[in-house]
């Protein structure tokens, strides 16, 4: 079981490590043949991607906890796919119908574009896109229930590369957001017909099973509470988390959107580092809670928070005190690198805390538990909406990355209190949040302050030998933090899961 829950790691691990290494490689491509200008817009694009995903309904996490429970026989588990299934057609259907038609008032109302018409037909093309990787997640979220994350994730990267890696070659003799934005619509449109093959084979032991459309009553029944609650967590999550934005976009140049998402996309790497750990960990704690073996859930939890804590904290700090060289060595410009360097500082806080709480979320998800994240989302919301405006234009993006790290902080401090309080009832609470967070934190932060007082002078000449430079601080770190705050005996049971791995015998 350890093997197999050591193997779903490793794929998700090299899963997320390629969304990492596509933006790094990608997003300075896109900048340099598209242009700034055309970088912003994107960026717009990917905001309207957040506020479609609201429209999740909860049905993918839904999907992945009913096929990963082990009180629900497959008969059943059939059931639930084909009813959820044809539920989210018909949902996505109507967003894009709805996002086509809303099109020209987007462009010519919000972002103010009314000489322009393009940006209206390219809200129109990716609607397409967005809309049908809804349907992707939905399908990767049934192969991670059947903890098939080796096949999700090798799916997921080859969509990675067709999608993000091969219109890089197209836009390189062709500069043209219609291509760019045509090409990976069709790409998504091809990888969701992939994935729901992939999804048919787990569960009817063929890939070619036709589609059912089928709602059945019983199955909605048994369902829509928790589908309901993560409807609601996904509303509030998505208007969190994109709330900063969409201010940004009405009362700021888009160009200062495409200054604010850079600094996002490389702060969101904290929680892609962490997301396949709770990948993997997820459908194990659901199998865990259901069956009632909760002391073996809370150990479970207990050490993969540890190691999510000393990957995070490392991560954290580095971002947070080379923040000025990592936008340069990535993109190669001084002044993107000024003009972001700030943001990225706040945002990489932001989703630190973000990650901190991933597990934790876990543990409520597999209990069926969404209340808590409803209430809090529910709340940051009320403190973020008139925090924005009254920042953003004093201020502007710096003022509206504040606000959101502010939001954030609160929010992951009151969330953990709550989950342990009703599931986990670690004993004194404060005492593990400081040694098994706050000080790792605190460690990684004081290493690459040192480094960077030191080293400083050695960057801004070779854009490589400053990313060598960087990336050995880095793993310093991360042995440091390794040695010092991992059990000995978990490291001696890491050691034989990783040797003893069939990946490493001839």
């Known amino acids: 079981m350890k093997h197999n829950m050591f193997r779903n790691i490793l ?59 082990n009180d629900h026989d497959h008969e059943y588990k059939v059931r639930t796919f084909v009813t959820l299934e044809s539920i989210y057609l018909i949902i996505v259907s109507i967003i894009i119908i709805v996002v086509v038609l809303l ?39 049934g192969l991670l229930g059947f903890e098939k994350q080796v096949e999700a ?11 993000n890696g091969v219109v890089v070659l197209i836009i390189l003799f062709n500069p043209s957001l219609y291509i760019f934005f045509l090409w990976q619509s069709l790409s998504t449109i091809i990888f969701t017909l992939l994935f729901r093959f992939s999804v048919a084979k787990a569960l009817y032991g063929g890939y070619f099973k036709t589609f059912n459309f089928k709602i059945e009553k019983p199955v909605i029944k048994d369902v829509w509470k928790f589908a309901g609650g993560m409807l ?13 934005k969409l201010t940004i976009s009405k009362l700021l140049p888009i160009e200062q959107l495409g200054y604010y998402t850079l600094a996002v996309s490389l702060a969101t790497s904290v929680a892609v580092l962490v997301n396949p750990i709770a990948t993997a960990i997820l459908p194990r704690f659901t199998a865990l809670f259901s069956s009632g073996s909760r002391s073996e859930a809370l150990s479970l939890f207990k050490i993969t928070n540890l190691y999510t804590s000393v990957i995070i904290s490392c991560v954290v700090g580095m971002m947070a005190v080379f923040a ?13 690198a000024e003009k972001s360097a700030d943001v990225l500082i706040y945002m990489v806080i932001a989703y630190s805390m973000l990650a901190f709480s991933v597990l934790p979320y876990n543990i409520a998800i597999a209990n069926g538990y969404t209340k808590i994240n409803n209430y809090l989302g529910i709340a940051s919301i009320f403190i973020a909406i008139p925090g924005y405006w009254m920042v953003t234009e004093r201020w502007g993006v710096y003022g509206v990355a504040v ?16 989950i342990n309080k ?13 040694k098994d967070l706050l000080l790792p934190l605190i460690l990684a932060g004081c290493i690459t302050f040192v480094s960077h007082y030191f ?6 000449g070779s854009r490589i030998f400053s990313f060598l430079l960087l990336s050995v601080i880095g793993l310093f770190s991360l042995l440091v933090n390794f040695l010092i705050f991992i059990p000995q005996n978990e490291k001696i049971n890491l050691k034989k899961i990783v040797f003893n791995h069939k990946l490493f015998k001839k």
């Open 422 to 434: 009703k599931f986990l009832h670690i004993k004194p609470f404060a005492v593990f949040c400081i």
């Open 324 to 336: 000025k060289e990592i936008i340069w060595i990535w993109t190669g410009d001084h002044t993107i």
């Open 232 to 244: 609601l967590i996904s509303l509030v999550a998505a208007v969190n988390t994109q709330l900063d």
């Open 103 to 141: 099109a020209p008032t987007i462009a010519k109302d919000w972002l103010h574009t009314s000489g322009n018409d393009n940006m209206a037909k390219f809200i129109m093309i990716i609607s397409f896109d967005f809309g049908f990787q809804m349907l992707l997640r939905f399908y990767m979220g």
């Open 455 to 460: 080293l400083a002078r050695y960057f801004f």
């Open 153 to 163: 994730n090798l799916l997921q990267m080859f969509w990675g590369i067709i999608r």
């Open 403 to 418: 606000v959101f790290a502010a939001v954030q902080i609160i929010s992951t401090i009151v969330y953990l209190y709550f």
């Open 11 to 69: 794929a998700n691990f090299l899963g997320r490590f390629w969304s990492i290494v596509s933006n790094f490689l990608f997003i300075p491509l896109y900048i340099k043949f598209l242009g700034f200008e055309s970088y912003s817009i994107v960026s717009f694009t990917l905001v309207i991607a957040g506020i479609m995903a609201i429209f999740d309904s909860g049905l993918t996490a839904t999907l992945s906890r009913g096929f990963a429970r």
